[in-house]
């Protein structure tokens, strides 16, 4: 059999200029040579004062934690939503966002099952860092009566541990 090297060559050519458009496509553009691979330091990237510095691939690499990041997340309210919510089983907590999400379950002296989730978000303890949702079976409403009373009871709860630790 013989071979035909036309479509090999078609092939190579094609490689190299999609090679060569992706290199291209690296560079930094007008002269400059702070592209994609660029190694510059941070401060002499094109970040200007007030300009936001382009990301490069080695800021894959770098370690950018300051080491000053702060859960905001009021941990009396937390204490208290678990607290509150004690009857309820937990299927998700993440202290770092701030989210409790439960299963369903029956209040002590209750009829009607409900499932809760809570997001704490803000370190104050204030209502408005407090957003409540209940449900009931199959997804149905409560009323906002209900709902209230419930956030209600957690900023309550969350108060006395806050007076209780100021006793100490």
């Given amino acids: 059999m013989i071979f035909s090297a036309v479509p090999v060559r078609a092939a190579r050519r094609t490689a190299l200029i999609i090679l060569a458009l992706s290199l291209a ?31 490069t691939i080695w800021d894959l690499f770098s370690n950018r934690d300051t080491g000053n990041q702060q859960v905001g997340v009021n941990r009396y309210l937390w204490n208290a939503s678990l607290d509150i919510l004690d009857f309820l089983p937990i299927q998700t907590v993440d202290p770092f966002t701030g989210v409790i999400v439960t299963g369903y379950g029956t209040p002590p002296g209750g009829g009607r099952a409900y499932r809760a989730t809570v997001r704490i978000s803000d370190p104050s303890l204030d209502a408005r860092s407090l957003k409540l949702s209940l449900q009931g079976p199959g997804g149905a409403a409560v009323a906002p009566d209900t709902v209230r009373t419930v956030e209600d009871a957690i900023l309550t709860r969350a108060r006395q541990m806050r007076v209780r630790d100021g006793q100490l």
């Fill in 25 to 55: 496509a690296c560079g930094g553009g007008q002269g400059d040579k702070q592209g994609l691979f660029s190694m510059a330091p941070r401060n002499e990237q094109r970040a200007g004062a007030g300009e936001q510095r382009e990301s």
